[in-house]
């Protein structure tokens, strides 16, 4: 019996046990949003547990359509963004240094400002209309208080990037004549830009607050209520059960389990410290190197958020931005999203052959069967979601509020699941905690966007991009492509999105590209900044728990996901992958050679298809995989023919060695 085999006979949960601590400890250390107080005195744990809860119900009660609550917009988001402001000043300390026990004196007066600010918009809200937002000096003090509170907290929850960017375009908004070229405009005062951005739904409580305090919140809360009651659980097990004995099959768990559950919980660093902590040991026990385990689960994380049907609430975003249905998000995502996912399972399937990794015996694995029948009942809430959102005619905020009541019900049909009145209260307490974030890091980009629109900096960045790049199509998009990848860095999902919607996705769609292409492939690279260095938090996360080099870890999150880095190249070029305009013929085709591509690159990265590949066979894969980005059928018929002609070489260096016989993997 091989130290594999060996290794991997030890029951799972044997194998998987990083610890809660050291899991806390990584989370804590990549995602500075989870570095939150933990008060000494009752009254205060109590107190903001209770306001949290509060944050929650409200949220709630909105979304259900009671009269009571139903306001203009801008009232509905200054209460947002002035709940979200104290329990910022209130959750997270300033300073690393900073006691953890109890609240500092400048944070009272930060809570007390922060309660007061949505108050202001209520009193002023008239004279807001009657004037035009024109603005008069009180104004301009509330104003610029907002936008110093709204920086300072996005510092504390998300660190220096966001608020440093933000500044740079108050500072481009001020002295806009001082810029050169293209990039020069009239400049604006501080009243005109204090005004636009905190009076208007324009900026701080335009756009990104709106989907923070409609869509976002809801489904974080629906992601908490689902992980409270075991969905979590449920989707190890069944990736266990389905994948967890094939060869390398801890790795097939962490892609399918990561990709269940990141679709749901939108976090990618969340989401590798919650499933990482299982499957990360296990993938080391089979054999698999550290790098390369910490690279799996990183990389299937960050895809959870690629994945209908919820896309870490990034469907429901981009529809609201781009002003389609959401039905129409989840056509043009999905084929994309499981090409990405098909990459990193065949070069975890290529690894396992190339070094001999078993799986896990089947009698140490749960078995579906039984996983369906003692949790199988929480898919109920998710299909109830697709039904509300596909066939009843329902808002999305609606849809997403009755979800979330039939996920509390539903949980209650077995004792598995079952939850008590507190475990809904945590539930929604972790919801509005991990909102908080999210939602700091909106308002913050609001501020973006509204310099963007006041300015057209957005419009220059796309004419930028175009001349740089003298035009063409290809070189339009790699430019786009590093400007998202950089305006991604160290950001959560949904802001980095909608910074990159702003500024890059004008150049593609001036260039003659559908809206939904553009958007799609702007967020397709603001979501691969999370794995690839020098900023890869969701990479540095995987690491943390796997012991492997961060860097390392990186560089092999970017090989893994490299099928997905070209994936939306291909929907560029080809609209069929977005199941734009396609007939069931053209369809078959697009996903055949899409697929082809995937096998080509997965096999120019590990060098290993049949059996071990030179490095002329790798680069006619990486031209092959090249040739079938573009859609035509020469380039088609050019990347298939590298396909088959790598086959038939493989093939024959096989009969060669063994008299017709393939070698075995672990001897290849």
């Known amino acids: 019996m091989s130290d594999n085999t060996k290794k991997v006979n030890q029951a799972p949960e044997e194998a998987a046990n990083v610890g809660a601590e050291k899991s806390a400890e990584v989370l804590e250390k990549f995602e500075k949003e989870s570095r939150t107080r933990t008060f000494e005195k009752k009254w205060l744990r109590v107190t903001v547990y209770v306001l949290c809860l509060l944050f929650t119900l409200y949220h709630l009660a909105y979304a259900s359509g009671i009269r009571l609550l139903q306001m203009v917009n801008i009232k509905h988001h200054a209460i947002h963004v002035g709940m979200i402001l104290?329990?910022?000043?209130?959750?997270?300390?300033?300073?690393?240094?900073?006691?953890?026990?109890?609240?500092?004196?400048?944070?009272?007066?930060?809570?007390?400002?922060?309660?007061?600010?949505?108050?202001?918009?209520?009193?002023?809200y008239p004279v807001f209309i009657s004037t035009g937002f024109e603005g008069e000096t009180i104004d301009i003090v509330y104003g610029t208080i907002l936008i110093v509170l709204v920086l300072i907290a996005s510092w504390r929850l998300s660190g220096w990037a966001l608020p440093t960017l933000s500044v740079i375009f108050l500072i481009y908004a001020l002295f806009g004549r001082s810029f050169p070229g293209i990039f020069m405009h009239r400049g604006y005062t501080w009243q005109r830009i204090v005004v636009y951005l905190t009076t208007d739904i324009y900026g701080i409580y335009g756009t990104s607050i709106k989907v923070a305090a409609t869509y976002i919140v809801l489904f974080i809360i629906f992601g908490e209520v689902m992980n409270?009651?075991?969905?979590?659980?449920?989707?190890?097990?069944?990736?266990?059960?389905?994948?967890?004995?094939?060869?390398?099959?801890?790795?097939?768990?962490?892609?399918?389990?990561?990709?269940?559950?990141?679709?749901i919980n939108g976090s990618a660093v969340a989401n590798v410290v919650?499933?990482?902590?299982?499957?990360?040991?296990?993938?080391?026990?089979?054999?698999?190197?550290?790098?390369?385990?910490?690279?799996?689960?990183?990389?299937?994380?960050?895809?959870?958020?690629?994945?209908?049907?919820?896309?870490?609430?990034?469907?429901?975003?981009?529809?609201?931005?781009?002003?389609v249905k959401y039905p129409v998000i989840i056509k043009c995502a999905v084929i994309p999203a499981l090409i990405y996912y098909l990459g990193i399972i065949i070069q975890v399937q290529m690894r396992a052959t190339k070094d001999n990794l078993l799986?896990?015996?089947?009698?140490?694995?749960?078995?579906?069967?039984?996983?369906?029948?003692?949790?199988?009942?929480?898919?109920?809430?998710?299909?109830?979601?697709?039904?509300?959102?596909?066939?009843?005619?329902?808002?999305v905020i609606m849809s997403a509020f009755w979800t979330i009541i039939v996920t509390i019900v539903i949980a209650e049909l077995r004792p598995i699941s079952r939850?008590?009145?507190?475990?809904?209260?945590?539930?929604?307490?972790?919801?509005?905690?991990s909102t908080v974030s999210v939602a700091m890091a909106c308002a913050c980009v609001g501020i973006i966007v509204g310099v963007c629109g006041m300015t057209g900096f957005a419009l220059n960045v796309a004419r930028s991009i175009i001349s740089i790049g003298q035009h063409s199509l290809f070189l339009t998009l790699l430019f786009t492509m590093v400007t998202c990848m950089i305006l991604g860095m160290g950001l959560p999902s949904i802001p980095s999105y909608l910074i990159t919607a702003t500024i890059a996705a004008p150049a593609l769609v001036e260039l003659g590209q559908p809206d939904i292409a553009a958007h799609m492939f702007c967020f397709y690279f603001a979501m691969f900044a999370n794995l690839t260095p020098?900023?890869?938090l969701a990479s540095f996360a995987a690491a943390g728990l796997s012991g492997g080099s961060p860097m390392k870890t990186g560089w092999q999150s970017v090989k893994?996901?490299?099928?997905?880095?070209?994936?939306?190249?291909?929907?560029?070029?080809?609209?069929?992958?977005?199941?734009?305009?396609?007939?069931?013929?053209?369809?078959i085709q697009v996903v055949v050679t899409a697929c082809a591509g995937v096998v080509l690159i997965s096999a120019a990265v590990e060098g290993y298809l049949y059996g071990k590949m030179n490095i002329i066979l790798r680069i006619i894969a990486g031209v092959g995989a090249f040739m079938l980005i573009d859609s035509r059928l020469v380039t088609d018929l050019i990347g298939l023919g590298c396909l088959v002609l790598i086959i038939l070489a493989q093939k024959f260096v096989f009969n060669k060695d063994k008299g017709g016989t393939p070698k075995p993997a672990s001897a290849a």
């Not at 329990?87 to 004196?105: D, E, Q, T, V």
């Not at 989707?235 to 990709?259: C, E, Q, R, W, Y």
């Not at 799996?296 to 609430?313: H, N, Y």
């Open 86 to 124: 104290m329990l910022g000043f209130a959750l997270y300390p300033a300073f690393k240094k900073s006691s953890r026990k109890k609240i500092a004196w400048y944070d009272w007066i930060a809570i007390l400002i922060s309660i007061a600010m949505p108050i202001y918009v209520f009193i002023r």
């Open 228 to 263: 409270k009651c075991g969905m979590g659980q449920f989707f190890n097990d069944i990736a266990n059960a389905l994948a967890g004995h094939t060869k390398g099959g801890p790795a097939k768990v962490a892609v399918l389990a990561s990709g269940f559950l990141g679709s």
């Open 274 to 323: 919650t499933t990482g902590a299982f499957t990360i040991p296990l993938m080391k026990k089979t054999g698999y190197s550290k790098e390369f385990a910490g690279a799996v689960e990183a990389t299937a994380s960050v895809g959870g958020q690629l994945l209908p049907p919820i896309m870490g609430a990034a469907a429901f975003v981009m529809a609201e931005t781009l002003g």
């Open 359 to 395: 799986g896990i015996p089947k009698e140490r694995l749960p078995r579906a069967k039984q996983v369906f029948k003692e949790r199988g009942h929480l898919l109920i809430p998710i299909i109830f979601l697709l039904y509300m959102l596909i066939f009843s005619g329902n808002t």
């Open 419 to 433: 939850m008590s009145l507190k475990d809904i209260a945590d539930a929604f307490v972790a919801g509005a905690k």
């Open 534 to 536: 020098p900023v890869a």
């Open 560 to 587: 893994l996901a490299l099928a997905g880095f070209i994936v939306p190249f291909m929907f560029v070029y080809n609209k069929q992958l977005l199941l734009e305009g396609v007939t069931l013929l053209s369809g």
